[in-house]
Nanobody, 123 residues
Framework: QVQLVESGGGLVQAGGSLRLSCAASGRTFSIYTMGWFRQAPGKEREFVAAISRYGDSTDYSDSVKGRFAIARDNAKSTVYLQMNSLKPEDTAVYYC????????????????WGQGTQVTVSS
């Protein structure tokens, strides 16, 4: 079992920045690809970004590429999502997930999820 806890969400103006964190406990963190997804009201949960077990590969959705950056610290069992140049359409609940698989874009691949953290971007 892996427990995931997200933090760092909040309210920010368009153009601002936030950094999300996802702390993991339980099984060895470094065996998992870690991903960030988001879900806006009335929409499906969608892929945002993912990072491979040792951080040598990353993947981003087209909508966030160049604005968001994912990173991990295996010593701290934590994955981060740095979000810059935020837009109102980035407003959603952001979830981190863990999967032993790559490529990482399908939410059905993920075995564990956090409870989510709300990000609201005002215009």
């Amino acid at each position: 079992q892996v427990q995931l806890v997200e933090s760092g969400g909040g309210l920010v103006q368009a153009g601002g920045s936030l950094r999300l964190s996802c702390a993991a406990s339980g099984r060895t963190f470094s065996i998992y690809t870690m991903g960030w997804f988001r879900q806006a009201p009335g929409k499906e949960r969608e892929f945002v970004a993912a990072i491979s077990r040792y951080g040598d590969s990353t993947d981003y959705s087209d909508s966030v590429k160049g604005r968001f950056a994912i990173a991990r610290d295996n010593a701290k069992s934590t994955v981060y999502l740095q979000m810059n140049s935020l837009k109102p359409e980035d407003t959603a609940v952001y979830y981190c997930g863990a999967t032993p698989r790559w490529p990482p874009r399908s939410k059905s691949l993920y075995d564990y999820w956090g409870q989510g953290t709300q990000v609201t971007v005002s215009s």
